[in-house]
């Protein structure tokens, strides 16, 4: 089995939008140097889902998790990413595919928000 | 001076969305109870930046953060939001306005999200 992991952002016109999902990226590649961890984007930017998916699936993963960087869940990540999902299945029956909660319901991402907040403002 | 903060938010159409930005807002709210601390939007949701602050300038705030709730800096924040606030500085001359990098540019944020990935994944 060899794992991967895809973080998954709304993407933007401006190519410098992208600059804290590279970060992110490269963090987590630090901490799991021989894990594939690759970044898809719904629209604007490249490549969206399907195209990493597969090219991930080429080169051999197996069991994928998509995280979505995203803050909250509306219609992108209730609508739009379960569907695109389950087009991927379709193509890659064998692949396994999880997706994990939004970042904006991860509470300790919520208190680093929040101590963040409280250190850049005068009480 | 009185001091408040709004934490700006793109907004969407689920109104579920909002439920991560009331989170910070509760979990500011705690930790400085005496501060105001508002929710406003670009769109889809209310109130937005303008009405948010005419209503703390209207309840006394003299000195305001705006703090993006973005997790990355494209047309948004680089054009819209100094449009705004340029904006309500016409109309509310006496309100001192300051506006924080957008939480995506924050280390502590993304080593917080790292985490969490990683804990929430398979290595």
Redesign the interface.
Known sequence: MK?A?V?F?HG???P??????V??QT??RQ??PT?EIELAFLEFMQPNLATAVSALATRGAS?L?I?P???????HL?HDLPRIVERIRAVHPALTIDV??P????D???????????S????
Do not use: C, Y
Request: avoid cysteine; glycine fraction near 8%; proline fraction near 4%.
């Open positions: 794992r992991i973080l952002g933007a016109r401006d410098e939008w992208a600059i804290p999902f970060n992110v963090r987590l901490a799991r894990m069991d998790t995280v960087l995203f803050l909250a869940q509306g219609g209730k994990t909660s970042i904006g319901d991860v300790a991402v919520l208190d680093a928000i929040t101590h963040w907040i409280l850049a403002t005068k009480p």
